[in-house]
């Protein structure tokens, strides 16, 4: 049984190509390595495979700054080992959507160059504005404006060749495209057809929320509210900007019209959820879904670099307005983890014995996907992969992390080392980089174990325990268990489509909901028309809470249940302890430590 459109029923996989599988023994993942592992994903289930960047880059922050959108760097390998992807995806049934970084580029791209350079085509391509009125050019404090890069320090870098600053909201090797000259769109939107046209099945786009940027009436770009570091974050300043519903329709038309079966995820910070019912809702005509990050950015307190353990009330009420915002028209992404943020079981689940685990991984992947939307699964977390366990600043090298500690930690002095060395093990971006633990050798099976070269990452030791090929045989692995997950979503219409309602809110250790069916006509298909999800996200037992009773069909005053009640075990479609264990949690009401599962009343 399917819902409409194609993409409600589907799971995302994003690969991180550089940390997927090796082919040649440098260390590097590569295009030739995915294809020799498309067997395992198509195995797994899922219907779409997303890749992080792999066109041709100076690889400044790991190819998400382009020099060349027409071609592939060859550390990842050739546009004809692209297509035998293309190819091999498509022939196991599955699409594949890749990255689109058009927010900037790289500064080593063709168009910078010729900006740079004054050349009179291209002048206007990226953001060029004067030394700040009676400043002298270069020195600090001379910037247009108080904008901040997100890895630190001013968004402005100055240019001696053009005597000009140009801004950047990452790294100055990835200035910002001025997406309000018309040539700079259509040049995105022939690229994008190019690909279109080479058989990829659609984009996952950058910061997709940043391309239009706040204008005043002159055509000044305004100061915004400083941070604790005193500049404004570019990320808030231009998120949402005046012309970005107008831009993605745009590229809707230019790109989309007249294709089928593609599908478009926007990258959205700062967009509310109510933004993303408006951007995702089809007869607007932007895009299909976004990724909100409000879920993942609760737990800190005002930077990530000063991380909280996980409290789940809030996480219920974020969840829950990002499910409600979207309940009537627009969709929703599901994902906990991607290339940028630490690995869940690390983050809110618990690694300090492998049960705990193994149940923390699976209760996590279960809440996640029963959710109403469409699952992004990030390489390695369908293996309960941890975070690095780095202890050592030489260990890590996304330019994100180093950069926030010279800014931090040397010049800024808002954390000491140790500070930023343990919040750099729960945060940093590297925790997620990590090449892809296959199986127990030296190199995990991502490089050949007797290579000269090592990793460009270190491999988790924890390899041993944590691999692909153990996992394939062992019928309880966090594995096994997404496998289950994925199949779920594919047979059963309540969840892809049914109508998502939180219970108990308040409660600090369980996260139920019910989803439904009703008032969707496709009960000729279905004798079940509402499931309802219960998992205690503690390494306690926990009591199933009144509302979740009620929804279960259990008297919630009068557990244990009496005997007239029937409760089959058939009706818990899926559990992360025996079904025999979920039954007696359901007639005692207790639940067991990470006990997550469904249960169709
Ligand atoms: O990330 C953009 C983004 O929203 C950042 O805030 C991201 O969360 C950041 O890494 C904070 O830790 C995208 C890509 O996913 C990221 O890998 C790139 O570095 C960035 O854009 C620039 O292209
Ligand atoms: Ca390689």
Redesign the pocket.
């Known amino acids: 049984a399917t819902v409409n459109p194609w993409w409600a029923n589907a799971v995302v996989y994003q690969i991180y190509p550089r940390s997927f599988q090796d082919s040649n023994n440098d260390g590097i993942g590569d295009l030739r390595g995915i294809i020799s592992r498309l067997d395992y994903l198509a195995n797994l289930g899922v219907d779409v495979i997303w890749l ?1 960047p792999v066109y041709k880059s100076p690889q400044d ?2 190819g ?2 382009i020099s060349d959108y027409q071609d592939i760097d060859p550390m990842f390998g050739t546009l004809y080992d692209m297509d035998d992807l293309i190819a091999a995806v498509h022939e196991r049934g599955m699409r594949i959507i890749i ?1 689109l ?1 058009v ?2 580029t790289s500064d080593e791209h063709a168009w910078f160059e010729a900006s740079r350079e004054g050349s009179a085509q291209y002048a206007d391509w990226y953001w060029w504005r004067p030394t700040k009125e009676g400043h002298t050019p270069g020195a600090p404090g001379s910037e247009p404006n108080n904008w901040g890069s ?2 630190g320090g001013s968004a402005w870098e100055y240019s001696p060749d053009r005597g000009e600053y140009y801004l950047h ?3 100055p090797k ?1 200035p910002d495209l001025n997406w309000e000259n018309p040539a700079v769109r259509q040049a995105v939107y022939d690229m994008m057809n190019w690909w279109m046209d080479r058989g990829i099945d659609g984009f996952r786009m ?2 997709i929320t940043l391309i239009s940027k706040p204008l005043t009436a002159d055509g000044d770009l305004p100061d915004g509210v400083p941070g604790e570091d005193g500049y404004a974050n570019a ?1 808030i300043v231009m998120a949402d900007g005046p012309r970005l519903d107008e831009f993605l329709s745009e590229m809707r038309h230019a790109v989309f019209e007249g294709r089928e079966g593609f599908l478009t995820v926007g ?1 959205a ?1 700062g967009i509310t959820p109510d933004r993303n019912r408006e951007i995702t809702d089809p007869s607007n005509h932007e895009l299909d879904m976004l990724f909100l ?1 409000h879920h993942v950015e609760f737990d800190a307190r005002g930077s ?1 670099w000063n991380p909280l353990p996980l409290d789940i009330v809030p996480l219920k009420r974020i969840m829950a307005s990002e499910q409600e915002a979207v309940e009537d028209s627009g969709w929703a992404s599901l994902f906990f983890n ?4 630490p690995r869940v079981v690390s983050r809110w689940g618990d690694t300090t014995s492998e049960e705990s685990r193994t149940l923390s991984a699976k209760a996590l992947g279960l809440v996640l996907h029963m959710h109403r939307g469409t699952p992004y699964i990030y390489q390695g977390e369908e293996l309960g992969m941890t975070n690095a366990g780095f202890t050592a600043l030489d260990q890590y090298r996304d ?2 992390s180093l950069d926030l500690y010279r800014l931090r930690v040397l010049a800024m002095k808002l954390s000491t080392h140790d500070q930023m060395l343990e919040a750099l093990g729960r ?1 940093s ?1 590297d925790n997620a980089r990590t090449p892809m633990q296959w199986d127990s050798s030296a190199f995990a099976g991502f490089t050949d174990a007797d290579s000269p070269t090592e990793p460009w990452l270190p491999v988790n030791p924890n390899k041993e325990m944590i691999n692909a090929s153990d996992e394939e045989h062992d019928p309880n692995s966090v594995l096994a268990f997404y496998r289950e997950l994925i199949h779920l979503r594919h047979s059963n219409p309540v969840i892809a489509a049914g109508r998502w309602s939180l219970l108990d809110g308040e409660d600090k250790r369980v996260y139920a909901f019910v989803r439904s069916l009703e008032g969707f006509d496709l009960s000729d298909t279905i004798e079940h028309q509402q499931v309802v999800v219960v998992a205690n996200l503690t390494g306690r037992s926990a009591q199933i809470p009144p509302e979740a009773a009620a929804a279960l069909g259990l008297d919630p005053v009068a557990f244990p249940v009496d005997s007239g009640m029937t409760i089959d075990e058939d009706n818990v479609l899926i559990s992360n302890y025996p079904r025999s264990q979920t039954l007696s949690a359901l007639f005692t009401g207790r639940l067991s430590p990470w006990e997550a599962f469904v249960y169709q009343p």
């Open positions: 992080s922050d790991n998400y700054d990255d970084v927010n900037h997100d890895f909201s990452f790294s990835q950058d910061v990320q990258e910070p990050f990530k991607n290339h940028d943020q330019i994100e945060r971006r």
